[in-house]
């Protein structure tokens, strides 16, 4: 409930204090007083768009701040308890200050928030119903969202919202990734055959550099032979005389003069070491000629070998020793196919399981729609009756969607149709209904569906517009039996309905020399009288109106 309401430098309102209490409160004044500007501030802490037009001339910021008692509103206190907003008190404090420049900043319970968290939690706490709110009343958009707050399964609308945002999702990824077009199955298959030739290519890490080795080898044979056998004959085996037996000459003709030089002594080492390493060089080359084989058919596998390699590499246009990172580049883009494959199958199953959830959800929504729209309907006709529309009727429309578009808003489209005279078929809004019957159709709808509305305070702001006559004492009749579940401000021009209010707070424009400003007024048992005296007859009060004003008011007490 809203207890509390501080409104500085707004609009023309330089300071104002209200301490609100429960029940109807009836907010008149007159023409131009600013009767709206209260309910204007209040609108703006709860997140309503704000700009520089707000300050009042000559301020820097305007500043409003609203108290809210939550003690009775469980999802407002979990809300902050989540936030670590919570207050000890089981109050809210929710304050907006615009600046003169345009910029707005919001607080709840002293903490900065969002504009949008200022409009989440509003919704919890009040709802406001404007004089314009008829307009709407010719969208069938307005119609779903009236029948489902009606239901109490606002929740589950959007539920079904989110659950229907999750199939198109899952079903648009679906469908791309199940995109088979020629060019990539022209891909798929260049990859499975370029992989199979690798794959019988079998090329083993290093093979490549051994190959080439050996066929080098193989390929000189006979020249590697006959040059090896020239160096070991030249060496050791040469019957003219050989390296070594040159070496061993002259070692033993420097070794008995070694004692008389030492440069003689050095060269003598020198041919020592160097006939050590020339027989290390002939058992070499001895051993290799063991051991080697001139193999015509080994050079011929050889060679077909790195044929096939280089083949395939000039067909790949890269180099022969590039092939096996090729081949994993390759194995890549195949895997990635076949992920895609299981991606498909991954996203089918979870577009099975949203559908089907989906389906539920919508399947639970028409129930409990067709269910209230009957009740609703019953209700809302009953209302309109009483309000000058003695034979109107209402009824609610529920015509199936196409499920497999996943509608957002459920498996139907909701619609109010009316019939404003006895024996005339039900018709849209739009096409029968005058200003006038707007107006009963929407104040009666909103009576209706406020009464079963979990938030605790309700504003109407001028919704008997176009009303008068009886019709309005029962206007004032409706909206004090809603002030007695709860709190209703009404901001109104009708005696009628200001007389049925426990408490009534006076609109007055105080004129000076170079400012305007609005005062708000808790009006005592006096002042009542002669408020809705004028409101029945003018400025100039008459025993008359006044005599008429105790009437209204003594049917309340």
């Known amino acids: ?103 707005s900043r919001g607080y709840i319970n002293g903490s900065p928030c969002p504009q949008q968290d200022l409009k989440t939690l509003g919704e919890m706490l009040i709802d406001i119903h404007s004089q314009h709110e008829h307009q709407s009343l010719l969208k069938t958009e307005t119609h779903r969202r009236l029948l489902d707050e009606y239901a ?54 290093g093979e490549l550099e051994l190959l080439e080795g050996e066929q080098r080898q193989l390929a000189n044979a006979e020249q590697i032979l006959m040059a090896c056998q020239q160096v070991i004959n030249l060496c050791s085996e040469n019957d003219t005389g050989s390296v070594l037996q040159a070496m061993t000459s002259s070692l033993n003709r420097l070794g008995g003069l070694t004692e008389h030089s030492r440069h003689l002594n050095e060269a003598h080492n020198l041919l ?67 992920q895609r494959d299981a ?32 009740k609703l309907a019953k209700a809302v006709t009953s209302e309109i009756q009483r309000l000058g529309m003695p034979g109107g009727r209402i009824e609610l429309q529920l015509a199936p969607l196409n499920p497999g578009h996943y509608p957002p808003n459920g498996l139907e489209s909701v619609e109010f149709l009316v019939s404003a005279n006895p024996g005339q ?45 009886p019709t309005a004492e029962i206007v004032g009749q409706l909206l004090r039996q809603l002030g007695e579940r709860g709190q209703v401000l009404t901001v109104t021009h009708l005696p009628q309905v200001a007389a049925q209010g426990h408490q009534h707070l006076f609109v007055r424009k105080e004129q000076k020399k170079d400012s305007t400003r609005t005062r708000i007024d808790e009006l005592d048992q006096s002042g009542r009288i002669q408020e809705v005296a004028r409101m029945l007859g003018g400025v100039d009060l008459t025993e008359e109106s006044l005599a008429h004003a105790r009437k209204l008011l003594s049917l309340t007490a």
């Not at 001139?294 to 096939?308: I, M, W, Y």
């Not at 590499?313 to 081949?327: G, I, M, S, T, Y």
Request: net charge negative; with cysteine; aromatic share 4%.
């Open 1 to 103: 409930m809203l207890v509390h309401l501080a409104v500085n430098n707004y609009a023309i309102v330089d300071h104002l204090e209200l301490e609100l209490k429960g029940g109807m409160s009836a907010i008149t004044g007159e023409t131009g007083a600013g009767k709206s500007i209260m309910l204007d501030a209040l609108a703006l802490t709860l997140g309503d768009r704000a700009d520089s037009g707000a300050v009042r001339p000559g301020a820097d910021k305007a500043d409003i701040l609203a108290t809210f008692d939550i003690s009775k509103i469980p999802e407002a206190q979990a809300w902050l308890d989540d936030r670590d907003l919570d207050s000890p008190e089981q109050q809210v404090i929710l304050r907006r200050v615009i600046t003169a420049e345009g910029r």
């Open 152 to 205: 109490g399964a606002s929740d589950l609308a959007r539920q079904i919202q989110l659950a229907a945002q999750r199939c198109r999702q899952t079903e648009q990824a679906l469908q791309q990734a199940s995109e088979h077009n020629d060019e990539q199955e022209a891909r798929l298959q260049l990859l499975s055959y370029q992989l199979e030739e690798l794959d019988n290519l079998s090329l083993l890490d």
């Open 272 to 338: 020592a070491s160097a006939q050590i390493q020339v027989e290390e060089a002939v058992g070499e080359l001895s051993r290799y000629l063991d051991h080697f084989e001139a193999d015509p058919q080994r050079q011929q596998e050889v060679e077909e070998r790195l044929g096939s390699i280089y083949e395939l590499a000039r067909k790949h246009r890269v180099n022969p020793e590039e092939l096996p990172a090729l081949q994993q580049r390759l194995i890549d883009e195949l895997e990635s196919f076949q």
């Open 343 to 374: 991606d498909i199958e991954r996203l089918g199953d979870e577009l099975k399981a949203y559908r089907e959830h989906y389906q539920q959800l919508a399947d639970k929504l028409s129930g409990i729609r067709h269910k209230a729209a009957q």
């Open 425 to 469: 078929p039900a018709k849209p809004l739009a096409k029968v209904a005058s200003g006038g019957e707007l107006s009963r159709i929407s104040l009666g709808i909103q009576v209706i569906t406020a009464q079963t509305s979990r938030v605790p305070t309700l504003v109407f702001d001028e919704v008997d517009v176009g009303i008068g006559g």
